[in-house]
């Protein structure tokens, strides 16, 4: 009977156990679905709804559209061409990624509005006041900018990767043949590419869908406000599970269109010689050109944010008391660390089992486990907390002991509500390694009389270790600057920096949240850093 | 891989002692489920702990997400107290039967009966009014005299406020709803989104930001914004908040919306009496005057003068309504926003 649902092995036992594990709290949620549609859903659908959709729909088009076009375009140019800089580029380019969006729109609305630097320098230098308007990004259109320039990286990382693996030999080919550059790229790089930037825009898509802080801060209704709100002011947690209900569809069908477009295609390589791109040497007009671009987005996205956060804790910096900064900083780290690193244990165990159990219930794993992204942060706290006092409940008749909340008041719960929150990201990185490494190997040590964990330690493993750190530093990046899980699942006397930087900033405190956000921009960016240096090591 | 396991291991030792510090816990203590983020309160509670010996554990958050906790926690719940920054979360909280009656002269001595809810559940611990700013170039202040008067024409594209998703506008337009009934509460809000400047966006901050570069001459915002404006780090938002002066609306009529912060005790305190004390602490006179100052509100305490700036700009005389009220009609008044387009 087991060997029907796929026990044949340690592998699928363990997914199945941790597929069960991450779909409990989903489940305890969607119970409140079959809840009787209420006078508040009524009054949402005929007042709200239309917004939101509209306000949803034109954020992920646009953003997905503009991060596709600067994410790929770069990653070609630091692949194919050695211009100024590029090297540095390479990785600098991700930086934008340890910016959380949320602090990116406070700083740019304090860097352009009126007692902003840019304005004061008009005014008080040259009397010059011009009209607000072209200083106001609070609207759709700078959401748009702020997701596109904070997010793309996710599209450059991605591609950037694959790029720098799987073109050479095809571009090399191309050129032989007399293909011009322009060619190359829109007949070669772009249908290549597909599969690397399709799932980079995925991650920005859903990025975008669940964000909350920026639209909130800039007062447009999407579907993570309304559902925050319709719980809230509303007080009508039906009613946002409802709209959450929608807002997962929605996610669906976006992950269903990714794996349509990536189709049966599957560009995996037999011989293990990964040949890198030569770079062509640029000179003159183009070599400056292209360093501009790249510098362009790169000071929109990491150099002008962090210089005002820089000039705010300068001003700012006696007014803040008792900061125990060392102990947040800790926390900080401390939480994102062990959560990437069972978020990437479980991803792995998951993968694993789909790519060599074939069958219906493994088929479903992926997209259970990928689940988790699209349910908006508030929807799991609540989730988690309920199982997590189920538990506690059923702990509690078997000690004996009332009154305790043994599990529930610990960070255990908050990582647990990690795992659900960002699985996606740790195993879309595993799977795709997986996928890169093809499974040639594997079936060759298996043929070998090894076995399936054996074959994993000693040939899947090294060859994915690029892959692997990847989803390591995506994920901790993410944890880093994760808010609403952790603000509502946190222990007693537990913050770090993300939540200590919103209470300032949802304080209108934004000077004094400066300093916060710096330092954890700064983790981030020696996250970044070490990723790619430990890849260069590897190389 | 190296650089991952030694990483990982230091942390996750770091983590399980971090995690049994927390089981472990003091003998006496007492644990707060606050949305307020000051510095200065920590500094006021470690005052506490040295005085009392009982140590003070603190969940921060949003006020929905605390009260939403202590629900889902029930009988179990960790939380013996509970504060918000606005009544109308409180009411919810006592309305969803987490919080429970205290009976105590103290309290009642340092509390105003119209701070406090009706019957005992939650005290108010920090005023603040709902005020008219404006220009003081372009608005002379007798052209200013109620809320319900910004509806007049003469306020056409001149009104500055944030958005209806904001729980100080649903404060504002549930006292309304007390005070003159919804249909004067929908044309009330109908009337100012025509007069709106610009679509809402940002915080009350924004608004008069938004008055010194002209979108706008007049804004509804908290007192207290702009005494932080005033003591900003920033000097042009200090030029800026200059450019603007007070007006207490309806003062003739109905008085000025004003909120509090409170704090409620749970119903399943397990530290009644250590929460009972704190509670006392921050309505005495020693911690209102500095539990007020952090963020430039009014004490509750009627023996504790206000700061010297809230005192320049002189007495006011607030609406009458209980403020549980505003908590009762929250829902209606977020109901009307979304129907007369209130964004």
């Known amino acids: ?539 | 891989m190296r650089f991952l396991n030694k990483g990982s291991i230091l942390l996750i030792v770091i983590l399980v002692f971090s995690f049994t510090t927390l089981i472990m816990g003091a003998e006496e203590e007492v644990n707060l489920y606050t949305n307020r983020h000051y510095d200065t309160d920590k500094l006021l509670l470690d005052k506490f702990e040295e005085k009392t010996n009982i140590k003070v554990n603190v969940l921060k958050g949003g006020s929905d997400e605390l009260i939403e906790k202590i629900d889902r926690e029930g009988e179990d719940t960790s939380a013996d107290l509970l504060i918000t920054a606005d009544a109308g979360r409180l009411h919810r909280a006592k309305n969803k039967g987490l919080l429970q009656q205290v009976e105590n002269d103290t309290l009642f001595n340092n509390v105003p009966e119209n701070l406090r809810d009706t019957e005992n559940y939650w005290f108010g611990l920090t005023v603040r009014g709902r005020v008219i700013v404006y220009s003081k170039d372009r608005v002379d202040p007798s052209e200013l005299s109620t809320y319900g008067d910004l509806t007049d024409d003469k306020w056409e594209n001149r009104i500055l406020v944030r958005s209806s998703s904001n729980i100080y506008n649903q404060s504002l337009l549930a006292s309304f709803i007390e005070i003159h009934g919804e249909e004067w509460a929908t044309e009330w809000a109908a009337g100012v989104v025509d007069n709106m400047a610009r679509k809402p966006q940002g915080n009350d901050r924004a608004q008069a930001t938004a008055i010194a570069s002209g979108v706008g001459d007049i804004a509804i915002m908290n007192t207290y914004y702009l005494g932080k404006m005033l003591n900003s780090s920033n000097p042009e938002e200090v030029k800026v908040a200059k450019q603007l002066e007070i007006f207490f609306p309806s003062q003739e009529t109905t008085g000025t919306h004003i909120n509090v912060s409170g704090i409620g005790l749970t119903k399943h305190t397990k530290n009644k009496e250590n929460a009972i004390k704190l509670m006392e602490y921050l309505s005495s006179v020693e911690a209102q005057e500095m539990f007020a100052k952090a963020n430039y509100e009014y004490p509750v305490n009627p023996n504790v003068e206000p700061s010297n700036l809230l005192s320049s700009w002189g007495e006011f005389k607030p609406q009458s309504i209980n403020l549980s009220k505003l908590g009762e009609y929250n829902k209606k008044a977020y109901m009307i926003f979304n129907r007369v387009g209130w964004k």
């Open chain 1, 1 to 539: 009977m087991f060997k029907k649902i796929g026990f044949t092995n340690k592998w699928s036992v363990i997914s199945f156990f941790l597929i069960i594990l991450i779909l409990m709290p989903s489940v305890f949620i969607l119970i409140g679905f079959f809840n009787p549609i209420s006078d508040t859903w009524l009054h949402i659908r005929r007042y709200l709804l239309k917004d939101y959709i509209y306000n949803s729909v034109i954020l992920v088009f646009f953003t997905g559209l503009f991060s596709i076009i600067i994410g790929v375009s770069l990653a070609w140019f630091v692949n194919a061409y050695d211009f100024k800089y590029s090297n540095f580029f390479k990785w600098g380019l991700i930086l934008p990624l340890a910016v959380p969006p949320y602090i990116g729109s406070y700083t740019y609305v304090g860097l352009l509005n009126y007692t902003g630097v840019i304005q004061t320098f008009l005014r008080n230098n040259f009397e010059l006041v011009l009209n607000q308007s072209y200083f106001n990004i609070m609207s759709l259109s700078g959401a748009i900018f702020i997701y596109t320039i904070f997010l793309y990286p996710y599209v450059f990382l991605i591609t950037h990767a694959f790029l720098q693996k799987q073109s050479a030999s095809l571009v090399e080919v191309s050129k032989t043949l007399g293909k011009s550059p322009i060619s190359i790229f829109f007949r070669i790089i772009l249908p290549i590419s597909r599969g690397a930037y399709v799932a980079g825009t995925t991650l920005v898509v859903l990025e975008v869908l669940n964000d909350y802080g920026v639209v909130k801060y800039f007062g447009i209704s999407t579907f993570s406000t309304s559902i925050f709100q319709t719980w809230f002011s509303l007080g009508d947690i039906n009613s946002a599970i409802r709209l959450s209900v929608y807002l997962m569809a929605f996610v669906i069908i976006v992950l269903f269109l990714e794996k349509l477009s990536r189709g049966g295609k599957q560009y995996s390589y037999s011989n293990t010689k990964i040949k890198p791109l030569k770079a062509k040497k640029l000179t003159g007009w183009k070599n400056w050109s292209m360093f501009i671009y790249a510098f362009t987005v790169l000071s929109l996205g990491f150099i002008i944010p962090v210089l005002q956060l820089i000039y705010w804790s300068i001003i700012s910096y006696g007014k803040i008391l008792n900061m125990n900064i060392i102990q947040t900083v800790l926390n900080s780290i401390g939480v994102s660390l062990v959560g990437s690193f069972i978020i990437l244990v479980a991803a792995v165990i998951i993968a694993n089992t789909v790519r060599i159990k074939k069958n219906i219930l493994t088929k479903n794993y992926a997209r259970i486990a990928v689940l988790g992204y699209s349910i908006p942060g508030a929807v799991i706290a609540v989730g988690v907390m309920i199982f997590f006092l189920k538990m506690d409940n059923f702990i509690q008749l078997i000690s004996g002991q009332n009154n305790m909340l043994l599990l529930s008041s610990s960070i255990f719960m908050l990582i647990f509500a990690y795992l659900i929150r960002f699985l996606a990201i740790g195993y879309n990185s595993v799977e795709s390694g997986f996928n890169k490494i093809g499974t040639d190997f594997h079936e060759a040590s298996r043929t070998l009389g090894n076995g399936i964990t054996k074959t994993f330690f000693k040939v899947d493993l090294p060859m994915m270790k690029p892959a692997l750190m990847s989803g390591f530093l995506l994920v901790s990046i993410e944890i880093l600057k994760e808010l609403p899980l952790t603000l509502i699942l946190r222990p007693f006397n537990f913050n770090t920096l993300a939540t200590r930087a919103f209470e300032y900033a949802n304080d209108e405190m934004i000077h004094e949240s400066a300093i916060l956000s710096l330092i954890l921009i700064f983790i981030s960016v020696i996250l970044v850093y070490s990723l790619t240096y430990i890849k260069k090591k590897g190389r």
